[in-house]
């Protein structure tokens, strides 16, 4: 089984950054691609940003320039730092990971981020 659990959401007013991480732990052999996603009520989960083993990165065209996603393979961990936060990234971020060979799909339980002022 594996756990991802996030940490760093908050309130912060626009304009303002913040980061937000999330940590696997669990029994697994690899982590292949993570992601961070988003969802707001009544709407179905976006993706903001993903980021291969390797290093590659797919970004949400609203989120490009602005938000930066990146992982340290040695803590089994992803990042995603926010920059000139907008009232409509108002949002729950849920994390997700790819285990394995077969890249099993593993959901953190999301952490809040509100942007207002």
């Known amino acids: 089984q594996v756990q991802l659990v996030e940490s760093g959401g908050g309130l912060v007013q626009p304009g303002g950054s913040l980061s937000v991480s999330c940590a696997a732990s669990?029994?697994?052999?690899?982590?292949?691609?993570m992601g961070w996603y988003r969802q707001t009520p009544g709407k179905e989960r976006e993706l903001v940003a993903s980021?291969?083993?390797?290093?590659?990165?797919i970004y949400a065209d609203s989120v490009k320039g602005r938000f930066t996603i990146s992982r340290d393979n040695a803590k089994n961990t992803v990042y995603l730092q926010m920059n000139s936060l907008k009232p409509e990234d108002t949002a729950v971020y849920y994390c997700?990971?790819?285990?394995?060979?077969?890249?099993?799909?593993?959901w953190g339980q999301g952490t809040q981020v509100t942007v207002s002022s």
């Open positions: 669990g029994r697994f052999f690899i982590l292949n691609a």
């Open positions: 980021i291969t083993r390797g290093g590659s990165t």
């Open positions: 997700k990971a790819a285990v394995g060979i077969r890249s099993l799909e593993y």
